[in-house]
Protein backbone atom coordinates (compact mmCIF):
# COMPACT_ATOMS: atom_id res chain seq x y z
CA UNK A 1 0.00 0.00 0.00
CA UNK A 2 1.49 3.19 -1.26
CA UNK A 3 1.86 5.83 1.74
CA UNK A 4 1.97 10.06 0.76
CA UNK A 5 4.65 12.00 0.86
CA UNK A 6 5.29 13.83 4.39
CA UNK A 7 6.87 16.50 3.24
CA UNK A 8 5.22 18.14 0.19
CA UNK A 9 6.47 21.36 -1.17
CA UNK A 10 4.53 24.59 -1.54
CA UNK A 11 5.63 26.80 -4.64
CA UNK A 12 4.49 30.26 -4.98
CA UNK A 13 4.45 31.90 -8.08
CA UNK A 14 5.11 35.80 -8.62
CA UNK A 15 3.72 36.41 -5.68
CA UNK A 16 2.97 40.61 -5.25
CA UNK A 17 1.75 40.60 -1.24
CA UNK A 18 4.32 40.26 1.34
CA UNK A 19 1.76 39.46 3.52
CA UNK A 20 -0.04 36.41 1.74
CA UNK A 21 3.50 34.88 2.00
CA UNK A 22 3.90 35.33 5.64
CA UNK A 23 -0.02 33.87 5.44
CA UNK A 24 1.51 30.65 3.68
CA UNK A 25 4.09 30.26 5.74
CA UNK A 26 1.69 30.33 8.61
CA UNK A 27 -0.87 28.07 7.00
CA UNK A 28 1.78 25.35 6.05
CA UNK A 29 3.20 25.79 9.45
CA UNK A 30 0.04 24.90 11.50
CA UNK A 31 -0.46 21.20 9.43
CA UNK A 32 2.85 20.92 9.95
CA UNK A 33 4.45 21.26 6.75
CA UNK A 34 7.60 23.53 5.91
CA UNK A 35 9.00 23.50 2.35
CA UNK A 36 8.28 26.72 0.85
CA UNK A 37 9.76 27.66 -2.18
CA UNK A 38 9.18 31.47 -3.77
CA UNK A 39 9.52 31.52 -7.70
CA UNK A 40 10.39 35.70 -8.48
CA UNK A 41 8.62 37.53 -6.22
CA UNK A 42 7.94 41.18 -6.99
CA UNK A 43 10.14 41.88 -3.58
CA UNK A 44 13.47 40.11 -3.38
CA UNK A 45 13.49 40.87 0.29
CA UNK A 46 9.83 39.29 0.63
CA UNK A 47 11.16 36.69 3.61
CA UNK A 48 12.51 39.59 5.29
CA UNK A 49 9.76 41.91 5.33
CA UNK A 50 8.21 43.26 8.58
CA UNK A 51 4.48 42.49 6.66
CA UNK A 52 5.82 38.92 5.81
CA UNK A 53 6.94 38.34 9.40
CA UNK A 54 3.80 39.78 11.22
CA UNK A 55 1.74 37.20 9.18
CA UNK A 56 3.47 34.64 9.53
CA UNK A 57 2.63 34.39 13.07
CA UNK A 58 5.28 32.36 14.52
CA UNK A 59 6.07 30.79 11.27
CA UNK A 60 9.59 32.52 10.91
CA UNK A 61 11.03 29.04 10.44
CA UNK A 62 9.45 28.35 7.60
CA UNK A 63 10.22 31.54 6.31
CA UNK A 64 13.96 31.23 6.76
CA UNK A 65 13.99 27.83 5.40
CA UNK A 66 12.28 29.06 2.13
CA UNK A 67 13.83 29.56 -0.76
CA UNK A 68 13.55 31.99 -3.68
CA UNK A 69 14.45 30.82 -7.41
CA UNK A 70 14.05 32.45 -10.61
CA UNK A 71 12.73 29.88 -12.80
CA UNK A 72 9.79 27.19 -12.08
CA UNK A 73 11.93 24.39 -13.03
CA UNK A 74 14.14 25.40 -10.57
CA UNK A 75 11.67 24.93 -7.63
CA UNK A 76 10.20 21.52 -8.87
CA UNK A 77 14.13 19.82 -8.16
CA UNK A 78 12.95 16.27 -6.76
CA UNK A 79 9.47 17.18 -7.08
CA UNK A 80 8.23 13.77 -9.24
CA UNK A 81 4.31 14.47 -8.77
CA UNK A 82 3.26 18.41 -9.25
CA UNK A 83 0.16 19.42 -8.55
CA UNK A 84 -1.02 22.64 -10.45
CA UNK A 85 -3.75 25.16 -8.68
CA UNK A 86 -6.03 27.08 -11.38
CA UNK A 87 -9.57 28.28 -11.66
CA UNK A 88 -9.75 29.38 -14.89
CA UNK A 89 -11.01 26.61 -17.70
CA UNK A 90 -8.66 26.04 -20.40
CA UNK A 91 -8.99 23.93 -23.31
CA UNK A 92 -6.72 20.70 -22.72
CA UNK A 93 -4.34 20.26 -19.83
CA UNK A 94 -3.81 18.01 -16.64
CA UNK A 95 -7.16 16.39 -14.94
CA UNK A 96 -8.98 18.72 -12.59
CA UNK A 97 -9.64 17.37 -9.64
CA UNK A 98 -10.77 18.25 -5.90
CA UNK A 99 -8.23 17.88 -3.26
CA UNK A 100 -9.91 15.49 -0.92
CA UNK A 101 -10.43 12.77 -3.99
CA UNK A 102 -6.83 13.17 -5.34
CA UNK A 103 -4.88 12.63 -1.95
CA UNK A 104 -7.68 9.67 -1.09
CA UNK A 105 -6.56 8.06 -4.83
CA UNK A 106 -3.57 9.55 -4.58
CA UNK A 107 -2.51 7.34 -1.18
CA UNK A 108 -4.35 4.35 -2.06
CA UNK A 109 -1.96 3.99 -5.20
CA UNK A 110 -5.42 4.70 -7.84
CA UNK A 111 -4.06 7.48 -9.52
CA UNK A 112 -4.39 8.38 -12.44
CA UNK A 113 -7.43 6.30 -12.86
CA UNK A 114 -8.07 4.10 -16.04
CA UNK A 115 -9.78 6.48 -17.68
CA UNK A 116 -7.50 8.87 -17.44
CA UNK A 117 -5.17 6.13 -20.20
CA UNK A 118 -5.42 6.53 -23.70
CA UNK A 119 -3.00 7.10 -26.80
CA UNK A 120 -0.35 9.63 -26.31
CA UNK A 121 -1.01 10.24 -22.79
CA UNK A 122 2.01 8.10 -22.02
CA UNK A 123 -0.67 6.88 -19.25
CA UNK A 124 -1.01 3.03 -19.78
CA UNK A 125 -3.76 0.78 -17.68
CA UNK A 126 -0.87 -1.14 -15.80
CA UNK A 127 0.35 2.15 -14.71
CA UNK A 128 -1.32 1.66 -11.03
CA UNK A 129 0.44 -1.13 -9.98
CA UNK A 130 3.82 0.50 -11.34
CA UNK A 131 2.49 3.05 -8.74
CA UNK A 132 2.00 0.78 -6.08
CA UNK A 133 5.29 -0.42 -6.42
CA UNK A 134 7.16 2.77 -6.99
CA UNK A 135 5.58 3.80 -3.43
CA UNK A 136 4.94 7.42 -2.70
CA UNK A 137 5.93 10.44 -5.56
CA UNK A 138 7.80 13.60 -3.69
CA UNK A 139 5.10 15.91 -4.32
CA UNK A 140 4.61 19.82 -5.21
CA UNK A 141 1.83 22.12 -5.16
CA UNK A 142 2.24 25.06 -7.59
CA UNK A 143 0.10 28.11 -6.72
CA UNK A 144 0.04 31.08 -8.85
CA UNK A 145 0.15 35.11 -8.30
CA UNK A 146 -2.58 37.13 -6.44
CA UNK A 147 -3.70 38.77 -9.58
CA UNK A 148 -3.14 36.40 -12.64
CA UNK A 149 -2.94 33.06 -11.20
CA UNK A 150 -0.98 30.23 -13.21
CA UNK A 151 0.31 30.75 -16.74
CA UNK A 152 -1.10 27.76 -19.43
CA UNK A 153 2.89 26.74 -19.35
CA UNK A 154 3.25 26.10 -15.90
CA UNK A 155 -0.20 24.97 -15.88
CA UNK A 156 0.92 22.26 -18.23
CA UNK A 157 3.76 21.53 -16.07
CA UNK A 158 1.45 20.17 -13.57
CA UNK A 159 0.18 16.41 -13.70
CA UNK A 160 -3.16 17.26 -12.16
CA UNK A 161 -4.98 20.63 -11.65
CA UNK A 162 -6.54 20.75 -8.16
CA UNK A 163 -10.04 23.15 -7.94
CA UNK A 164 -11.44 23.57 -4.36
CA UNK A 165 -15.06 23.00 -4.53
CA UNK A 166 -16.72 26.48 -4.20
CA UNK A 167 -19.78 27.97 -4.58
CA UNK A 168 -20.61 28.55 -8.25
CA UNK A 169 -21.49 32.29 -8.64
CA UNK A 170 -18.55 32.55 -6.64
CA UNK A 171 -15.08 30.91 -6.13
CA UNK A 172 -12.51 33.58 -5.68
CA UNK A 173 -9.92 32.27 -2.99
CA UNK A 174 -7.39 34.55 -1.65
CA UNK A 175 -3.97 32.55 -1.98
CA UNK A 176 -3.24 31.98 1.44
CA UNK A 177 -6.63 30.50 1.83
CA UNK A 178 -6.34 28.31 -0.68
CA UNK A 179 -3.01 27.04 0.40
CA UNK A 180 -4.53 26.74 3.77
CA UNK A 181 -7.11 24.61 2.07
CA UNK A 182 -4.65 22.57 0.36
CA UNK A 183 -2.49 21.89 3.33
CA UNK A 184 -5.11 20.97 5.82
CA UNK A 185 -6.92 18.20 3.05
CA UNK A 186 -3.32 16.82 2.59
CA UNK A 187 -2.66 16.67 6.35
CA UNK A 188 -6.15 14.87 7.05
CA UNK A 189 -4.93 12.52 4.13
CA UNK A 190 -1.79 11.80 6.06
CA UNK A 191 -3.95 10.55 9.07
CA UNK A 192 -4.47 14.17 10.63
CA UNK A 193 -3.67 15.29 14.19
CA UNK A 194 -5.26 14.62 17.43
CA UNK A 195 -7.42 16.93 18.82
CA UNK A 196 -6.15 18.10 22.55
CA UNK A 197 -8.74 18.43 24.81
CA UNK A 198 -8.35 22.20 26.51
CA UNK A 199 -10.09 21.96 29.30
CA UNK A 200 -9.10 19.75 32.33
CA UNK A 201 -10.46 16.11 32.62
CA UNK A 202 -14.23 16.17 34.65
CA UNK A 203 -14.51 14.96 37.92
CA UNK A 204 -18.24 13.04 37.64
CA UNK A 205 -19.64 13.02 41.48
CA UNK A 206 -20.21 9.58 42.80
CA UNK A 207 -24.54 8.22 44.44
CA UNK A 208 -23.39 9.06 47.75
CA UNK A 209 -22.44 12.80 46.39
CA UNK A 210 -25.41 12.90 44.71
CA UNK A 211 -27.56 11.81 47.45
CA UNK A 212 -25.86 14.20 50.33
CA UNK A 213 -27.49 16.99 48.31
CA UNK A 214 -31.34 15.53 48.21
CA UNK A 215 -30.72 15.27 51.96
CA UNK A 216 -29.30 18.51 52.22
CA UNK A 217 -31.93 20.02 49.47
CA UNK A 218 -34.85 18.04 51.77
CA UNK A 219 -33.87 19.95 55.00
CA UNK A 220 -33.68 23.14 53.28
CA UNK A 221 -37.23 22.55 51.36
CA UNK A 222 -38.59 21.51 54.58
CA UNK A 223 -37.31 24.89 56.04
CA UNK A 224 -38.64 26.95 53.76
CA UNK A 225 -42.43 25.61 53.87
CA UNK A 226 -42.10 24.18 50.40
CA UNK A 227 -42.25 20.51 51.50
CA UNK A 228 -44.96 19.45 53.63
CA UNK A 229 -43.47 16.72 56.11
CA UNK A 230 -47.21 15.35 56.88
CA UNK A 231 -47.79 14.92 52.67
CA UNK A 232 -44.68 14.97 51.04
CA UNK A 233 -46.10 12.67 47.64
CA UNK A 234 -43.56 12.40 45.17
CA UNK A 235 -41.29 15.46 45.83
CA UNK A 236 -38.14 14.19 46.77
CA UNK A 237 -38.03 10.80 44.15
CA UNK A 238 -38.73 13.16 41.54
CA UNK A 239 -35.59 15.19 42.48
CA UNK A 240 -33.99 12.31 42.75
CA UNK A 241 -35.36 11.06 39.13
CA UNK A 242 -34.18 14.92 37.86
CA UNK A 243 -30.45 14.45 39.35
CA UNK A 244 -30.43 11.14 37.79
CA UNK A 245 -31.19 12.11 34.28
CA UNK A 246 -28.34 14.51 34.47
CA UNK A 247 -24.93 13.71 35.97
CA UNK A 248 -23.15 16.13 38.29
CA UNK A 249 -19.58 17.06 38.62
CA UNK A 250 -18.42 17.65 42.14
CA UNK A 251 -17.69 21.34 40.88
CA UNK A 252 -21.59 21.11 40.45
CA UNK A 253 -22.41 19.20 43.65
CA UNK A 254 -20.72 21.82 45.73
CA UNK A 255 -22.19 24.82 44.12
CA UNK A 256 -26.10 22.88 44.56
CA UNK A 257 -25.14 22.39 48.18
CA UNK A 258 -23.91 26.17 48.14
CA UNK A 259 -26.93 27.56 46.97
CA UNK A 260 -28.86 24.93 49.70
CA UNK A 261 -26.85 27.05 52.97
CA UNK A 262 -27.49 30.20 51.11
CA UNK A 263 -31.54 29.05 51.77
CA UNK A 264 -31.36 28.52 54.95
CA UNK A 265 -29.07 31.36 55.67
CA UNK A 266 -32.37 33.40 54.03
CA UNK A 267 -34.45 31.27 55.51
CA UNK A 268 -33.34 32.08 59.12
CA UNK A 269 -32.83 35.63 59.16
CA UNK A 270 -28.99 35.76 58.33
CA UNK A 271 -27.55 37.69 55.53
CA UNK A 272 -25.50 36.64 52.53
CA UNK A 273 -22.33 36.08 54.74
CA UNK A 274 -24.10 34.47 57.35
CA UNK A 275 -24.68 37.76 60.06
CA UNK A 276 -28.02 37.97 61.27
CA UNK A 277 -30.23 40.46 59.55
CA UNK A 278 -31.09 43.39 62.26
CA UNK A 279 -34.34 42.75 63.32
CA UNK A 280 -37.04 45.79 63.88
CA UNK A 281 -38.12 46.86 66.90
CA UNK A 282 -42.29 46.18 67.54
CA UNK A 283 -44.11 48.71 66.13
CA UNK A 284 -41.66 50.22 63.87
CA UNK A 285 -42.24 51.73 60.35
CA UNK A 286 -41.10 49.35 57.79
CA UNK A 287 -38.48 50.91 55.57
CA UNK A 288 -39.08 49.91 52.24
CA UNK A 289 -37.39 51.71 48.31
CA UNK A 290 -41.20 53.38 48.45
CA UNK A 291 -40.55 55.05 51.84
CA UNK A 292 -36.95 55.96 51.05
CA UNK A 293 -37.64 57.90 47.47
CA UNK A 294 -40.62 59.65 49.61
Known amino acids: MPVLDPHPRFILVETSHPGNVGAVARAMK ?3 FADLV ?18 ASGAADVLTRARIVDRVEDALEGVQHLCATAMTPRDFGPPTVAP ?25 HGHADLRRDMGAPRLGFLLGSERYGLSNGDVYRAHVCLSIPTHPDYGSLNLAQAAQLLAYEYRQALGGFEVVGRTTPTQWADAAAVSAVLQHWQQVLLAVGFLDPQAPKKLMPRLQQLLNRTPLAQEEVHLLRGIARAIERAANGAGPHGVREPQAAPGAPEITARTTLD
Open 30 to 32: VMG
Open 38 to 55: LVRPRHADVLSQEETVAM
Open 100 to 124: RAFFEALGRGAWPPPEAAGPGTGVG
